[in-house]
């Protein structure tokens, strides 16, 4: 779990800008989402594969 303190003479703003700093480097919003719904281990498969081969696709274009 994310904590950050409010250090002495730091604003809430501050403070706040730095917990959705250490939120993101942390990868929750992302996770949330992933679980968000159910995904078959076929789809997430075929997902990887399809980025995988788009990639491969950009790599050969820049050539």
Do not use: W
């Not at 002495?8 to 992933?34: C, P, T």
């Not at 281990?41 to 990639?55: A, G, N």
């Amino acid at each position: 779990m994310t904590k950050v303190k409010v250090r002495h003479g730091e604003s809430l703003d501050q403070a706040l800008r730095r917990f959705n700093k250490e939120v993101l480097k942390a990868g929750i919003l992302q996770e949330l989402k992933d679980r968000e719904h159910y995904v078959k281990p076929s789809e997430i498969k075929r997902r990887k594969y399809k980025e995988l081969k788009h990639r491969f696709y950009l790599e050969g274009k820049n050539k």
